[in-house]
């Protein structure tokens, strides 16, 4: 069974930049979340994508978009960067039940400057 | 919408005592609650979860209580171990939402040998 798979790793961006983020998701899974992880804190939902379509958004701009791809791969895009958008990214990918556990990527570590 | 808080953000204990987290959320249609570790510089994984129509959970050194007239729901770590150092995030969804949760702000456990 592979697991979720997040690239790059790292990434360094100057502020007003765009950047994109990629997330392979588990096999078997339908459904993707990304979350926000600020230094120090807990993670914050971004948005989820179930069958290539949106499926939900937490409080974050639309500058913040995503894609869900046929194989259920995903991708984050932030544009015009802004030095607070400095955060470690998380992809989690999961079945789309209620109660269905979320399987993190070890994430990509932006930082804007 | 949801706030998940946790208490408290740090904890310190000695090799094979026990150790205590306690989280409250604000949304009382909340109905599923799981708890993940998250060890330095690596990806969050889910060590336990409980859905509302129960009250206690356990796997080994590990147990969830969840209080649901109270709106709180705590992580009990037994004869902690090393190992078990990391921070540990709670959080909870809503049914009716799917599975996008949201998160407590965190605890750093240190167990100290």
């Known amino acids: 069974e592979t697991g979720v798979t997040q690239s790059p790793t790292h990434l360094i961006k100057t502020r007003g930049q765009q950047v994109t983020l990629r997330c392979s998701s588990q096999s078997g899974h339908n459904t993707v979340s990304w979350y926000q992880q600020a230094l120090g804190q807990g993670p914050q939902f971004i948005f989820q994508y179930y069958r290539e379509e949106e499926n939900g958004r937490g409080n974050f701009p639309p500058r913040f978009s995503g894609l869900q791809f046929p194989n259920y791969s995903s991708e984050l895009n932030v544009n015009a960067l802004e030095l607070d958008d400095s955060a470690l990214y998380l992809c989690?990918?999961?079945?789309?039940?209620?109660?269905?556990?979320?399987?993190f990527g070890s994430g990509t570590r932006l930082t804007v400057t | 919408g949801e706030n998940v808080e946790q208490h408290p953000s740090t904890l310190s204990v000695q090799e094979g005592d026990s150790a205590v987290i306690k989280c409250t959320y604000s949304d009382s249609a909340s109905n599923y609650f799981p708890w993940y570790k998250q060890e330095l510089g690596k990806r969050p994984q889910l060590i336990i979860d409980?859905?509302?129509?129960?009250g206690e959970k356990k796997d080994q050194r590990i147990a969830v209580t969840l209080n649901k007239t109270a709106k709180h729901f705590s992580l009990h770590i037994t004869e902690t171990q090393p190992e078990d150092s990391a921070v540990y995030f709670c959080a909870a969804s809503i049914q009716a939402a799917g599975n996008k949760l949201t998160f407590g702000g965190g605890t750093r456990v240190l167990v100290k040998p």
């Open positions: 989690a990918s999961s079945l789309s039940g209620y109660d269905s556990p979320l399987h």
């Open positions: 409980i859905r509302s129509n129960v």
